[in-house]
């Protein structure tokens, strides 16, 4: 385990990354039988290492081929409900309401600020 220098917490202190599923997976059942909570394991796009997420927090996203209006990737949803939960979050921590849409382009799911 590591702080990683690329990504970070919203309270801007990194995230601790794990070189290894299993590394991962040790470690949720140990935050488990001390703590008691439910954390998940996922595979970072941005730095390629795991991470751990409180199980509730988790919204399984990947970067799509397609871009936004400013030529950015966009990030995709396979389901409705985990844009959904993103979009629900976002708008807890920030105050940002976001709307889900599914895209024709590539039949998955993704945020937006206009409201369809």
């Known amino acids: 385990m590591f702080d990683s220098d690329i990504c970070k917490k919203k309270d801007g202190t990194s995230l601790k990354s794990y070189e290894s599923e299993f590394e991962a997976d040790e470690t949720i059942s140990y935050v488990k039988s001390r703590y008691g909570n439910d954390q998940v394991k996922y595979k970072c796009s941005k730095c390629g290492y795991w991470h751990l997420s409180p199980k509730e927090r988790q919204t399984p996203n990947h970067k799509s081929n397609c871009l936004d209006s400013q030529g950015k990737i966009k990030q995709a949803y396979s389901t409705r409900e985990s844009a ?8 807890e921590e920030k105050a940002k309401r976001l709307f889900v849409y599914k895209c024709d382009l590539c039949g998955e799911f993704h945020l937006t600020h206009t409201q369809y």
Do not use: M
């Open 84 to 91: 959904e939960t993103r979009a629900k979050i976002i708008y």
